[in-house]
């Protein structure tokens, strides 16, 4: 979970050269639904973050079939905005779960429900196929009436601890558990928020299993720190320094971070258990 800047881009321009791209009549349809698209980034833009409540704007059926193809079916002018989007460094990595390559644009609001924000580039969000294909359609938590995902082009995400890890030993093997926790002094209302995007991305399990996956790649350094002298607190203060590296780039509550700081908590770790994520060498 993290926050990632808008792309510096104009909308209304983007909107004019995809429809002028467009063949008949699906040119003339989008052309004809321009005010209405406009007006609705204005709303959009008025309302963030919290625009999980917007009106939908009052399109045709075959200016939202239109709009739709818009994206789905790509001109020049499309196809150079996903590259934007997607191409810039700050957002290699997919903002809503912080693990995992973002390779596709979700839609914020979803498209299908909202066909006017189909190519509105502060609606497009760098995403991994699977935080895509799990936020899916979803916008708000029918109990809570709270947005079940963060905006990351808007929500700030708070800087307050919220994230926690429990490390243990446990015959042999490391065991990981994710979990959220409200602060004192957070919003009950913010921390619905987090708990959702975290329970419906599926981030404690995810979470767990690249951590094993990149303890794996951590294990020579924590055999040469561990040395033939046997020495876990050198252990423990490499894991901090490497925590202390996560959280200056990423916040204190990056993934890694909150499990460098428990592992180094964690004298059987420290003190050997370490063995436990070594990786058996694979040769082609």
């Known amino acids: 979970m993290r926050s990632i800047p808008l792309l510096a881009v104009n909308a209304t321009d983007v909107f004019d050269e995809i429809a002028a791209a467009k063949r008949q009549p699906r040119r003339g349809q989008m052309q004809a639904a ?7 980034y204005q709303g959009y833009e008025d309302s963030v973050p919290e625009v999980g409540e917007l009106d939908k704007a009052p399109l045709t059926d075959p200016q939202k079939e239109a709009m739709l193809h818009a994206f789905t079916v790509e001109t020049e002018s499309m196809t150079a905005l996903r590259g934007d989007l997607l191409k810039r460094i700050s957002v290699a990595r997919c903002p809503f779960c912080g693990i995992s390559e973002s390779s596709t644009l979700d839609h914020y609001l979803p498209k299908e429900q909202y066909p006017e924000f189909s190519v509105f580039p502060k609606n497009l969000v760098p995403s991994c196929a699977v935080c895509n294909t799990r936020k899916r359609d979803r916008i708000l938590d029918e109990g809570t009436n709270v947005r079940m995902f963060l905006h990351p082009c808007y929500d700030v995400i708070p800087d307050m601890e919220f ?12 065991i990981l558990s994710y979990r ?9 209302r913010t921390f619905r928020h987090l708990r959702s995007h975290f329970n419906e991305l599926d981030l404690a399990d995810r979470y767990r299993r690249m951590g094993l996956e990149h303890l794996g790649g951590q294990y020579p350094a924590l055999r040469r720190a561990y040395g033939s002298g046997e020495d876990a607190e050198r252990v423990a203060e490499k894991l901090i320094e490497g925590a202390v590296d996560f959280e200056e780039v990423s916040g204190p509550n990056y993934w890694l971070a909150k499990l460098y700081r428990a592992l180094a908590d964690n004298d059987d770790f420290c003190d050997g258990g370490f063995e436990t994520v070594k990786v058996q060498a694979q040769h082609q």
């Open 180 to 188: 959220l926790t409200r602060p004192t002094g957070m919003a009950l």
């Open 34 to 40: 321009r005010v209405e698209v406009l007006s609705s």
């Open 163 to 174: 994230l926690t890890v429990r490390a243990r030993m446990e015959a042999d093997a490391l």
